[in-house]
């Protein structure tokens, strides 16, 4: 059975606003990750399929450790390649307007928005808007929405959409994952979804120096609060050692995540301008999304993140002390 929806009427605007319009941009956040990318994908597909126009645009054109996403390659990489006038243009997966970073560029001024996420905190900036905190991934939501509408998955959506869920649900293992999770996938499976293969593209194509890079970053875990506090930091030093930058966090921090007696885990590793990236992931003790809002980013209760205008050092330490402040 179905979990319910939290704004269904959310679901039944977005289906009118789809139905109605012809020509359609759909967007997602900056670097975007595999629910970001591969929901933008399959909404792509279905609505092509139901003869509709779909710009595809990613800043920077679709991330490398995701071209293996089918009809990756047709993304576009530059705002310059929107094609308005659109009927409507979709962001998915975005917290806020701010996430998309430069494509808000692409998007025509005075156009209609339809807002499709998954985080509590998102203020709404659509015409429409359908955002359900409970759902783990954008690409369940895309996928209730196919049913909904009575649009069916061809097997290339139905990949788009299996690699959203796995990924955003941490492989069905974040407390997100629900009964409606598991029976989405035995439907994707179905459709010709070979799991095998894509775990293997995701979890399983790494490179030598990346292996390195997650052994350095190991090394340098440090703990507080007894253990319930754990971080490491990844730094230039180490990218030379390794001869590498991750262009993703979720492993890195995952790393630390899993030692026994975690329920704060940080990642902090250099971003544009001199200023930190920080990644958290918590137990139910810390909310992670609220630690985040302290620097100006968001994101999940359990998952959560923020850009520190600050040197790796101080953003280690600032970290740090709104962590053990947020556990009490
Ligand atoms: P990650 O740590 O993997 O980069 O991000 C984890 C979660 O936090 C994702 O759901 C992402 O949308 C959110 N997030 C990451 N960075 C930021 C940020 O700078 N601002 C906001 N609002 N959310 C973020
Ligand atoms: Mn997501």
New binding site residues.
Partial sequence: MPDALSDPNGLRASIDELRRGRRFLVIS?ARP?GDALGSQLALGGLLAMQGKEVDLLVDGGSPPDLRFLPGSARVGGKPAEARPPYDAVVVL?S??LD?IEGMRAAIPAGARVLNIDH?A?NPRFGAVNWVEPESGSVGEMIYALAKEAGWALDRDAATCLYVAVVTDTGRFMFPSTRPSTHLLAADLLRLGVEPGPINREIWGSKSFAELKLHGEAIRAVKTAEGGKIAWTKLTPEMFELAGIVPTE??EF?SMVKSIKGVEVAMLLRPSENGHT?L??RTESTCDAAAL?AHFG????KR?????LKMSLDEAEKAAVEAARASLK
Avoid at 297 to 300: L, M, P, S, Y
Wanted: charged share 15%; glycine share 20%.
């Fill in positions: 956040h990750d997966d917290a806020g996430r985080h905190s966090s979720q921090v990236k990644s958290v985040c980013g968001g994101g999940h998952a959560a993140g923020a850009t």
